[in-house]
């Protein structure tokens, strides 16, 4: 019988924003393990935000009150995403790798009923998903990710706060996901220790096992298309 591919733990990274941003399409257009799946989480060399790939830098802009050296564009969509004080991940899963063929939403579940388990069983966090089916469930801007939860996102479960949510952009070339858990409604966690068992319970999950792999790229690498596309100033300036 074949060996299961591994979960491939990439090294924790902080960096510029606008490189977080770009290293995320650089695993996904040049995954240098396409039958495998990359997980990895980095932080943020100053506080910003990130918003959907459809959403307009004006509005982004007058909702938060940021700038363009505050406000960048992800390649997935959703809403405008803080990155104050939060633990973000991305997990990519190459084109090569069975669960590429899942609906994405399979994914979202998967990821986030983890969540809400560690909260719950490791942390003592009393947690749940969210089961509206609307788009918009408790009255704030949809634009706004972390105050309008959809369905499958974590909430508290004693205060109804949303604590994970992510974003998901497939193509021919794999599957990323880029996720938020934000640290305000649940304090008191040890980051270092849910790193680890997400990861595990990451590979569980998946039917192989986690190892961890070194830093695929250079920092001469790029992904000119993020800053051709995705973050122009023509985006910028609308």
Known sequence: MEAPTPLRILPDRIQHPFRNMEEDLL???????PASILFRHYGWEFPCWTCGYSQKFPFVRD?????????????????????????????????????WH?????????????????????????SK????QESLCHGAPPDECFRSPVLSDVLHAGTGEKVAGAAIKKT????????????GPIPGIDWGKF?????????????????PESWPFSNSDNWEPYRARVHSLEWLEK
């Open 27 to 33: 695993l996904l257009y040049r995954n240098p393990s």
């Open 172 to 183: 021919r070339e794999g599957i990323l996901l880029q996720g938020s858990i934000q640290k």
């Open 102 to 126: 899942r609906p994405p939403r399979d994914l979202y579940d998967i990821l986030h009923g983890i969540i809400a388990r560690i909260l719950e069983e490791q942390f003592s966090i009393p």
């Open 63 to 99: 909702s938060t009150g940021g700038t363009r050296e505050t406000i960048f564009r992800r390649a997935t969509g959703g809403g405008i995403v803080p990155h104050f004080s939060d633990w973000t991940y991305t997990l990519v899963v190459g084109n090569l790798h069975p669960a």
């Open 129 to 132: 998903l969210n089961q509206c």
């Open 195 to 211: 790193n680890g068992i997400f990861a595990q319970a990451l590979a569980t999950s998946f039917g192989c096992h986690a190892c």
